[in-house]
C-alpha cells in the first residue's frame, strides 16, 4: 500500500510555501500558474506537481520576479532560471524546498543527491546552521499545522541524523586536543528530539574536546558514574520537551544535589523549555538561546 502524501489543500500549499492561500487563488484566477482539480463537492486539490511548481514560482517571485512574468515561463524555462540563481539566499530557499519535497514524497534519492550538492559548495557547519536548522525550524511549524505527519518529521530527521553520524565518527578518530574539560551530552528522561544533541557533539569534538554521549532518555542516576571517571565535566542536555515548565525547577534542584554539588562540574542546558528555568536559579547551570550561542562558549 502506498501512503505517501500526493494530494494537498490550498491550506497544505499556504504552509509549504508561505503563500497566502488567498494570493494562490489570485495567481490562479489572475494568471493561471496553477490549475486545481476538484472533488465532488467543488473543493480544491494539488497534486505533487503543483506543489513543486508553486515552490518554484515561489523561489523566483522571492528573488524578485513579477507574478506576471512567471506566469508566461515555460515549465523547462523556470527551472533553467532556477538553476542560474545563485546568491546565498536563494541557493539555501532551493535546498529547503527541494528536502521538503524530498520529505513529503518520502524520497532518499532527492534528498541524498540535494546534500550532496550543498556539501560540495559548503562545510557541513554552514550545511547545518543555514539549511538543516531552518527546515526543521519549518518542519516544526508544518507539522504544528498538521500539513505533514510524524512519519514525514522522522523521515526527514533520520536522513539528517545519518549524516551527522557519518561526519561525526569521521573526527571521532582524532586525540582530544583540548583537555581541560570532558563533555557529557545527554537528554532528560522521557526527551526523545535528538537531533540537536547530536549536532552539538560535533561541535563539540570538533572543538578538540572529548565527548561522552549518552543520548536520549537518561535518568539522572545513570549520570552519577561519569563522576567515578572525571574531573570537570560539562554537562550539555537539550530540552525540548522534558522536564515540563511545572517539573523543570525540581530536576533543576536534583541535578545539582545528586550531580553538581561539591563537583568541580556545571550544566549546560538549551531547548524550548529552558525557558522555565528560574534566573540565576544555580550558577552552576547555564542556559542557552540557541545551538550557535552554545558553541561560542567552546
Known sequence: ??????????????????????????????????????????????????????LNITLLHNHGYKISKISKLSPDKINVMIREIV??????????????????NFDQVLFFNT??????????????YEVFIPLMNEIGLLWQAEAITPAHEHFISYLIKQKLLVITEKIQLLEPTRTDK?????????????????????E??????????????????SLKDIKRYFDNVVYISYMTVEPTKDNISDYMKEIHK?????????????????????????????TF?????????L
Open 1 to 54: 500500500m502506498n501512503n505517501v502524501k500526493n494530494v494537498f489543500s490550498i491550506k497544505d500549499l499556504e504552509n509549504l510555501s508561505g503563500i497566502k492561500a488567498h494570493t494562490i487563488r489570485i495567481w490562479e484566477k489572475r494568471y493561471n500558474v496553477l490549475e486545481p482539480m476538484r472533488t465532488e463537492t467543488n473543493i480544491r486539490y494539488y497534486d505533487l506537481v503543483a506543489l513543486q511548481k508553486l
Open 87 to 104: 546568491n546565498e539566499k536563494s541557493v539555501k530557499n532551493h535546498a529547503i524546498n527541494a528536502f521538503k519535497m524530498a520529505m513529503m
Open 115 to 128: 546534500y550532496s550538492n550543498l556539501l560540495s559548495e559548503k562545510s557541513f557547519r554552514e550545511v547545518f
Open 182 to 202: 570532558v563533555f557529557v551530552l545527554f537528554l532528560p528522561a522521557n526527551e526523545i528530539h535528538e537531533l540537536g544533541l547530536m549536532y552539538l557533539n560535533y
Open 204 to 221: 563539540v569534538i570538533l572543538n578538540g574536546y572529548k565527548t561522552i554521549y549518552l543520548g536520549e532518555s537518561v535518568p539522572i542516576d
Open 258 to 286: 545528586e550531580i553538581l554539588e561539591g563537583e568541580n562540574s556545571e550544566l549546560w542546558a538549551i531547548g524550548r523549555m529552558t525557558e522555565f528555568i528560574k534566573p540565576n536559579q544555580n550558577s552552576k547551570i547555564k
Open 289 to 297: 538561546n540557541s545551538i550557535l550561542e552554545l558553541s561560542k562558549e
